[in-house]
């Protein structure tokens, strides 16, 4: 073989070497490839993992958009709510603020309350602070105070008025009958109070009144209606 021929067919070996190498790694690249729909099982459990754990996590807070509350605001909004006086270092730490910077804020409240002529300030009391009515508004206050003794009721009255929701509609004569004394001044209280009202008359000789409760009634006691409530068994003494 001549020289010629010699390198000639070197040449062809190295070709065909060469061929066969970028062969290999295209069935190598291949295999290793994935598809590029699919991802890896880690992503997919972590994907999982995520979707789950955000099924849990808290809804946000119902907030209208564009509602941006000032630190004023909010001191204003808790103590307003509180029906006790807030120390320094609670409120600054219900509120988010310093201690410092949270006097400063009820200074300039009261600022405000005064010139607006409101009828409250937050004053200090018993070491923390709480919002309070103005001393010259105690006249009309204690009207009001008066008028919720005033709605209590007395044992008796309460006797009567559950006597009545019982058996209503019920005559005077069967109310007085089950309690053993008169009840025509307890029942008018009741009426007066708006707990009682007359439904009718009763189809006996004189036709008498006929007494029930009224709508107030269910509001003042929290029923829905008459039949809830309590069952006599359940208001005996075991």
């Not at 807030?86 to 219900?94: C, K, N, V």
């Not at 009202?197 to 209606?225: C, D, H, Q, S, W």
Request: aromatic share 6%; no cysteine.
């Amino acid at each position: 073989m001549t020289e010629e021929n010699l390198a000639a067919s070197t040449g062809e070996s190295a070709q065909e070497t060469g061929a066969g190498d970028e062969q290999n790694d295209i069935v190598e690249q291949t295999n290793d490839s994935e598809p590029a729909n699919e991802q890896p099982a880690q992503d997919v459990g972590a994907q999982a993992e995520t979707e789950t754990s955000g099924d849990q996590q808290p809804q946000p807070t119902d907030i209208p958009p564009g509602f941006e509350p000032t630190v004023e605001s909010v001191v204003e909004a808790v103590l307003f709510a509180s029906d006790e006086s807030l120390t320094p270092a609670r409120l600054s730490e219900i509120v988010g603020t310093n201690v410092r910077q949270l006097r400063k804020h009820i200074d300039d409240l009261n600022e405000k309350y005064k010139a607006n002529n409101n009828a409250f300030r937050i004053e200090q009391i018993a070491g923390g602070y709480q919002m309070l009515t103005l001393g010259e508004y105690n006249h009309w206050l204690k009207k009001l105070v008066r008028a919720r003794d005033d709605g209590k009721l007395s044992q008796p009255a309460l006797e009567t008025l559950a006597i009545i929701a019982y058996k209503q509609p019920i005559i005077r004569a069967d109310i007085e009958a089950i309690r053993g004394v008169a009840a025509g001044e307890m029942i008018r209280n009741l009426m007066y109070k708006g707990l009682v009202k007359i439904t009718g008359r009763a189809e006996i000789v004189g036709r008498p009144m006929l007494y029930g409760t009224t709508k107030k009634f269910l509001e003042v006691f929290g029923l829905n209606t008459l039949k809830d409530l309590p069952k006599a068994e359940e208001l005996k003494k075991p």
